[in-house]
């Protein structure tokens, strides 16, 4: 494979462009886990003996929490101009429940959605979210993150992040967190009048990098795909989350190594 421009490099001084066709491996890598891997079985959580600087020493499974040189989350800076395509979001579906797992609240879809990603199709799984968020942007941390999780015929992951700050209340979530369960394990029927699209933001411009589940098995091999625009949350709504997480449930940012970060 061609060398890549060092990462650290002053691109106020030299844009590179990338075909982003040369970054398609992160697609073709192979993961050994389901989409609901998310949940390890060992005892894993954001504090005390469960925390993430723990987790590799859990459960032989996740060792590579520790060793993998591809971890997400990471702070996205020193950022390369590349030519992404665009992508194709088919989004005309409605949620089916929102579950506590223990770990954050998730909302699982009807099928039928799935974005296109350089003519390669990603089927929309499930969306979670993270309070404060994983990923940072140039240093930032946003109060909460969404991931939109999808999975191809061969169970290779990409994940659509969302990023929101505290501001006006979101409408598109409004109708989740009015059937919000607050306790691990409970989960209810949502509203069939949201179409998940509502959840987007307008403008689709995106980062782009190689990584990992940010939860055990931290299985790596995952295409990573960050809206570059953040949406806004009310402190009423953030607040209602994290009442159910009793606690941050965010993985610290990891070493980014040699990593491209595309945009």
Request: glycine share 6%.
């Amino acid at each position: 494979m061609a060398s890549h421009p060092r990462i650290g490099q002053d691109l106020s001084m030299k844009k590179t462009v990338i075909p982003a066709s040369l970054f398609a491996f992160s697609i073709l890598l192979t993961s050994s886990y389901a989409v609901t891997a998310e949940q390890s079985h060992s005892k894993w959580g954001y504090d005390g003996a469960g925390a993430p600087s723990h987790w590799s020493t859990l459960d032989p499974a996740n060792q590579i929490c520790g060793t993998g040189k591809n971890q997400s989350p990471i702070n996205l800076t020193n950022r390369i101009e590349a030519d992404l395509s665009p992508i194709e979001f088919h989004y005309d579906v409605t949620a089916k429940d929102i579950v506590n797992n223990g770990h954050t609240v998730q909302i699982n879809l009807n099928s039928g959605a799935y974005i296109n990603l350089d003519n390669h199709r990603f089927d929309l799984i499930q969306m979670h979210f993270h309070a404060p968020s994983e990923n940072h942007i140039d240093g930032k941390s946003f109060a909460l993150e969404a991931h939109l999780v999808h999975a191809d015929k061969d169970k290779n992951l990409a994940v659509v992040a969302i990023m929101y700050d505290i501001g006006t209340e979101n409408t598109a979530l409004a109708s989740f967190w009015t059937n919000m369960p607050h306790m691990a394990g409970d989960s209810k029927a949502t509203p069939n009048n949201t179409n998940i699209a509502s959840v987007l933001s307008e403008d689709r411009d995106y980062y782009r990098f190689n990584g990992s589940l940010t939860t055990p098995p931290c299985s790596e091999g995952v295409t990573w795909l960050v809206q570059k625009q953040p949406q806004t949350i009310s402190d009423a709504q953030l607040k209602a989350f994290t009442g159910t997480q009793h606690g941050p449930n965010n993985r610290p940012v990891q070493s980014v190594f040699a990593r491209p970060i595309l945009q």
